[in-house]
């Protein structure tokens, strides 16, 4: 897909992406997570992104919400460990005002105390949430096994305490030591010329100050293999399995995508949902999933089912785990593989804004951004060999951690 960057002299990338569309799609991100946070101060990056839509210093909450959604238009936010990102959807007209708006609310809003005070009563009620929905909370908690004692490891929502202590100077001090010029992209994807983006652009952030990133991240060293299991007053068992994996930057990357879409992916295809669900009718879900992170990564796997069906359920897992590592995919089966990722990937660009923040995602984690075909021919360079080596690595018993919630007896 053509694109075009354009640097600011503060540092501050403006990505352009041509659409022949009347709808546009907008995203502002941050290279800043809750991993940036001291441990004292967990939920601080996701509380920002909270309070940014609460009053800037020429809006209020109300103008703030109504100025895109008066005109019809979609403006939403959330938080990640390693991205803070603001986006928007709308017509054509309301690309300045868009851009404008995004300015406002990431770099003058005021964190009033009074708003800060009424947000940490929302976000105790979200961890509230969070911690009675187990199939979610469970992902959390096992984070904090595989990345023992590392902010990766850390809720991103915080805890009680930790949110309750944060005050308007712990705020400020995050942003000046985070939100790096030189890490911050804003991305436009709409039926613009390249010329109207960056004056738009240049109109709103070319006033930013200049605050070049220095990298403090540390990578977490490998945690020692864990075997939890912890009763709650729940009805049916939950279940993680898995480690730290390959980082973004990693030549396996690629290739542990592939596994992870082969064995627990997208579509009810995957080798684990036809043996767990469909053949032997043990578990509704039973998923796997890949985080490659920019030093580290994160393998899981995930099912929930009846008390009585978990021990069954890991046996059968732990079959399948073997026959791949046993009988390494024939180049039949591995193409198969990548045919299906492949049309996953095409069908995905329909996602306008999804396909917008990826880019940007993609500048900032690697300074340039492939096309389709590109990424296409990384797939396709995936060998059979590749897949052996990443399988006995990813999918040994002997190196999977282990969450299990269960019900009270």
Known sequence: MEYNVHTLPNGIRLLHVPSPSTISHACIIVNSGSRDEQDEKAGLAHFIEHLIFKRTEKRTTNQILNRLESVGADLNAYTTKEYTCIHASFLNPYLDRTLELFHDIVFHSTFPEDEMDKEKSVILDEITSYLDQPEEAIYDDFEDLVFAGHPLGRNILGSPETVNNINQADIHQFIKENYHTDKIIVAVLGNYSLNKLIKTGAKYYSEIPENLHKNTRVAPEKAPLAKVILEKPIMQAHVMLGSQAYSLHHPYKTGLLLLNNLIGGTGMSSILNLQIREKYGIAYTIETGYSPL??????????????????????????????????????????????????????????RIGLIISMAKSLIDYNKIDDLQTVFNRIEAVTTTDMANITHEILDESNLSALTFYPLA
């Open 294 to 351: 920019s030093d580290t990564g994160i393998f899981t796997l995930y099912f929930g089912t009846d008390k009585e069906k978990v021990d069954r359920a890991l046996s059968l897992i732990f079959k399948e785990f073997k026959k791949l590592k046993d009988h390494p995919l024939t180049e039949v089966q591995l193409q198969k593989a990548k045919n299906k990722f492949i049309g996953q990937i095409a069908l995905g660009e329909e996602n």
